[in-house]
């Protein structure tokens, strides 16, 4: 009868233990996916709100915006990535020319493959780590 009840303790103390990690993970997973999400949600507006200032400043034909948009760019993206660095790219490109027309498109579209790679990426690392199939892939730009 001792025996019984030094097992049940020794299974009740492990129990809890283990209980008490899953809560611990739980609680860490999900505070971390609040913050990354919510730093993403801005990150993916200031993205937004820069690029129709390039749509603008590349209209009204100054290069001055346009530099000071390719800093701001350049601190807002990778740079060890070359989807990230063509879009650079495409902001130098816009300065200068007189038919921006020609030009914004490319920029435009590679913004927008930027953003629907974030939200992509955003959505799968907040689901459950059995309920991801296939880690998201950027598109490149062709």
Not at 24 to 34: A, D, P, T, Y
Not at 36 to 50: F, G, L, Y
Not at 96 to 112: C, Y
Request: hydrophobic letters at 40%; glycine letters at 2%.
């Amino acid at each position: 009868m001792d025996t019984a009840i030094s097992t049940f303790i020794t299974s009740a103390v492990v129990a809890a233990l283990v209980s008490g990690l899953v809560t611990l993970r739980n609680s860490e997973r999900k505070i971390q996916i609040e913050n990354i999400t919510q730093e993403r949600a801005k990150w993916r507006e200031k993205i937004r709100s820069h690029a129709l200032l390039v749509h603008k400043a590349a209209y009204s034909n100054d290069a001055t915006a346009l530099s000071e948009l390719h800093l701001t760019f350049s601190h807002l993206l990778n740079p060890f990535d070359p989807e990230d660095t063509a879009i650079l790219d495409a902001i130098r490109r816009l300065s200068g020319i007189q038919n921006p027309e020609l030009r914004l498109p490319e920029f435009t579209k590679r913004i927008a493959y930027l953003l629907k790679h974030d939200w992509e990426r955003a959505k799968y690392e907040a689901k459950p780590w059995f309920f991801k199939c296939k880690k998201p892939m950027r598109v490149p730009f062709a």
